[in-house]
């Protein structure tokens, strides 16, 4: 039904879409400023995790703590060559009990005892006792032994090495964890923040017959869309540029050709927030109560969190895993953020992740198409 005009006092007048637009994208964003919730979600709580994940995993490996056997050899040759290493923090215990209970909490990694250490008539034994929290520790600690009493035998041999290593570092770019972690975050509070506002706003107005009363007003049903569409996004730019400035100017996030970097990022976010509404869409449409609404989200959002490289990467997975990985919309959204903010590549760097994403909003809209309710 074409609604396209309005009579007044016997005149034909057409209706002003443009006007009618705007009109519903203004009512729309300051309805989301309305709700303080939605700053906490959408921006404060990503500039947390953005901090707490991208400050603990810049540091070095930390040596492993290991209590030393007062009954062992702490004189000879080989105890000073593991104090000296740095592999491992030798430490001492007056109580054999708290040294096992710190043991067996994982507060330390080992324990270690060294006989024989001085008599060179004998072979030395070594005895590393841990428990099940600290066997993750138990092979790096066998190597760093194995290395000092290496050293050790070669010296007594009078060997010296037939090699030299040097060492050369050469200009590049320095990868650090927030490189890793924001782009995560960035996908991580478009992908809740965006599904939530949507879904829950169009089945608010849905079930309110806001929906309904525009539907039977001259306003085009794409401009109802539309409007409360790009309030959302907007609002979700508006979040996405403070994370990425807070990122660069506060945690040295990573944009190798400045301004461009993040001109790409934002339109890389504007096509993720375009298919992420369209979800929203669809759930808000078959939901049948606003008590389901967050299950529904929750099923489609925390596999993608887990399994999308938003916290780790996922080459951690088996193979046949990572493979579908792939097929999930935020992994390459995560994937092409990466390699925009800090390999430096191009949008069009990218076709593969924007084609996964282009076919990803083609059955999602379709599906819109389908099955969109306005009352």
Same mark, same amino acid.
């Given at each position: 039904?074409?609604? /396209?005009?309005?009579?007044?006092?016997?005149?034909?007048?057409?209706?002003?879409?443009? $006007?009618?637009?705007?009109?519903?994208?203004?009512?729309?964003?300051?309805?989301?400023?309305?709700?303080?919730?939605?700053?906490?979600?959408?921006?404060?709580?990503?500039?947390?995790?953005?901090?707490?994940? &991208?400050? @603990?995993?810049?540091?070095?490996?930390?040596?492993?703590?290991?209590?030393?056997?007062?009954?062992?050899?702490?004189?000879?040759? %080989?105890?000073?060559?593991?104090?000296?290493?740095? @592999?491992?923090?030798?430490?001492?215990?007056?109580?054999?009990?708290?040294?096992?209970?710190?043991?067996?909490?994982?507060?330390?990694?080992?324990?270690?005892?060294?006989?024989?250490?001085?008599?060179?008539?004998?072979?030395?034994?070594?005895?590393?006792?841990?428990?099940?929290?600290?066997?993750?520790?138990?092979? &790096?600690?066998?190597?760093?032994?194995?290395?000092?009493?290496?050293?050790?035998?070669?010296?007594?041999?009078?060997?010296?090495?037939?090699?030299?290593?040097?060492?050369?570092?050469?200009?590049?770019?320095?990868?650090?964890?927030?490189? @890793?972690?924001? /782009?995560?975050? *960035?996908?991580?509070?478009?992908?809740?923040?965006?599904?939530?506002?949507?879904?829950?706003?169009?089945?608010? +107005?849905?079930?309110?017959?806001? *929906?309904?009363?525009?539907?039977?007003?001259?306003?085009?049903?794409?401009?109802?869309?539309?409007?409360?569409?790009?309030? $959302?996004?907007?609002?979700?730019?508006?979040?996405?540029?403070?994370?990425?400035?807070?990122?660069?100017?506060?945690?040295?996030?990573?944009?190798?050709?400045?301004? %461009?970097?993040? *001109?790409?990022?934002?339109?890389?976010?504007?096509?993720?927030?375009?298919?992420?509404?369209?979800?929203?869409?669809?759930?808000?449409?078959?939901?049948?109560?606003?008590?389901?609404?967050?299950?529904?989200?929750?099923?489609?959002?925390?596999?993608?969190? +887990?399994?999308?490289?938003?916290?780790?990467?996922?080459?951690?997975?088996?193979?046949?895993?990572?493979?579908?990985?792939?097929?999930?919309? +935020?992994?390459?959204?995560?994937?092409?953020?990466?390699?925009?903010?800090?390999?430096?590549?191009? %949008?069009?760097?990218?076709?593969?992740?924007?084609?996964?994403?282009?076919?990803?909003?083609?059955?999602?809209?379709?599906?819109?198409?389908?099955?969109?309710?306005?009352?």
């Amino acid at each position: 039904m074409n609604k /396209p005009q309005i009579k007044q006092s016997g005149i034909s007048m057409k209706y002003n879409q443009s $006007r009618a637009l705007w009109a519903i994208t203004k009512a729309s964003f300051k309805a989301i400023f309305s709700q303080p919730s939605s700053l906490f979600f959408s921006l404060l709580f990503p500039i947390v995790f953005i901090l707490i994940f &991208g400050a @603990f995993t810049d540091r070095p490996a930390a040596a492993r703590t290991v209590a030393v056997d007062p009954s062992g050899d702490t004189t000879g040759v %080989l105890y000073d060559s593991l104090v000296s290493s740095g @592999f491992m923090k030798l430490v001492h215990y007056h109580d054999t009990a708290a040294r096992n209970e710190d043991l067996s909490k994982g507060k330390l990694d080992a324990v270690l005892l060294i006989r024989n250490a001085r008599d060179t008539g004998e072979t030395a034994r070594i005895w590393l006792k841990t428990s099940e929290v600290g066997t993750a520790a138990l092979p &790096g600690l066998v190597r760093a032994i194995d290395y000092a009493a290496l050293r050790i035998q070669l010296n007594a041999a009078h060997i010296k090495k037939n090699y030299t290593i040097q060492t050369q570092i050469v200009p590049g770019k320095k990868y650090r964890s927030i490189d @890793f972690v924001l /782009p995560g975050q *960035l996908g991580f509070s478009v992908l809740f923040s965006t599904l939530f506002g949507i879904a829950f706003v169009f089945f608010n +107005l849905r079930e309110q017959l806001v *929906l309904k009363r525009f539907y039977a007003s001259p306003v085009k049903k794409l401009n109802i869309l539309v409007g409360i569409g790009a309030s $959302r996004l907007f609002f979700q730019l508006i979040n996405l540029v403070v994370l990425i400035l807070v990122g660069h100017f506060f945690l040295d996030f990573t944009l190798v050709h400045g301004a %461009l970097t993040f *001109l790409e990022m934002l339109v890389l976010s504007v096509v993720m927030l375009f298919l992420l509404m369209g979800v929203g869409l669809i759930i808000s449409s078959i939901a049948k109560n606003d008590t389901v609404i967050p299950l529904m989200i929750n099923v489609f959002g925390f596999p993608q969190i +887990l399994l999308s490289g938003t916290f780790f990467p996922i080459d951690v997975f088996p193979k046949w895993m990572q493979r579908l990985c792939e097929l999930l919309p +935020l992994t390459q959204f995560n994937d092409a953020m990466r390699k925009v903010s800090f390999e430096g590549l191009h %949008l069009y760097d990218c076709w593969k992740e924007l084609g996964y994403l282009g076919l990803w909003i083609l059955v999602v809209y379709f599906t819109v198409s389908k099955i969109m309710r306005w009352e």
